[in-house]
């Protein structure tokens, strides 16, 4: 049974690229969560879908955050431009419809020089 | 909105011994409350969950119990052993929130050998 899967699992680059994280959720769930976790600020949501719709982003810190699901199958997180204290992990989690827990993937280690 | 405290934010035990974990949510309206467990440099895993019609529930050596008019909860291990050492987080969803979670800032136990 596949579960959430992420890429890349770590992505190093420098400030003022662009950055696009990528989700797979598990099939059939129709719920897509997006986290951040910082040592400082720990788990963070940035924002969710329920049925590739958007309803919550507030959790999203600025405007050069963006996040998309296209598919029940495919989600991004972009960032543009990168800045350093964007470094952290990113998780995606999905989830099935009422009390069903969510899923983590195994993240991305984003690092910005 | 959902506040969730968690304490200890640390937690030292010896091997065999008990450990708690204590959480509470500010919502009433919240009915779901699962527990992670995440070990360094991995994903957090669903441990157990527990949702708002039930006041206890085990699984083996883990058992979480709810107090919904005090609105908190909380983790027990019990013979605890060193793979149990990690960080764990409490979480409360409210359902019509399309099962968004808000999480504690985690605990990190050790468990001494």
């Known amino acids: 049974d596949a579960g959430v899967i992420q890429s890349p699992r770590h992505e190093v680059t420098e400030m003022g690229q662009e950055v696009t994280l990528r989700c797979k959720p598990i099939s059939g769930h129709n719920s897509l969560f997006w986290y951040r976790q910082t040592m400082m600020r720990g788990l963070e949501l940035l924002i969710y879908f329920n049925n590739n719709v958007p309803i919550d982003d507030s959790g999203m810190p600025e405007d050069r955050f963006s996040a998309k699901m296209p598919n029940a199958s495919f989600s991004t997180l972009k960032i543009q431009p990168s800045e350093p204290r964007d470094s952290a992990v990113y998780f995606c989690?999905?989830?099935?419809?009422?009390?069903?827990?969510?899923?983590f993937g195994d993240g991305t280690r984003l690092s910005i020089l | 909105g959902e506040n969730v405290e968690q304490h200890p934010s640390t937690l030292s035990v010896q091997e065999g011994d008990s450990a708690v974990i204590k959480c509470t949510y500010s919502?009433?309206?919240?009915?779901?409350f699962p527990w992670y467990k995440q070990e360094l440099g991995k994903r957090p895993q669903l441990i157990i969950d527990?949702?708002?019609?039930?006041g206890e529930k085990k699984d083996q050596r883990i058992a979480v119990t709810l107090n919904k008019t005090a609105k908190h909860f909380s983790l027990h291990i019990t013979e605890t052993q060193p793979e149990d050492s990690a960080v764990y987080f409490c979480?409360?969803?409210?359902?019509?929130?399309?099962?968004?979670?808000?999480f504690g800032a985690g605990t990190i136990l050790r468990v001494k050998s």
């Open positions: 979480a409360a969803s409210i359902k019509e929130y399309g099962n968004k979670l808000v």
């Open positions: 919502d009433s309206a919240s009915n779901y």
């Open positions: 989690a999905s989830s099935s419809t009422g009390f069903e827990p969510q899923h």
């Open positions: 527990i949702r708002s019609n039930v």
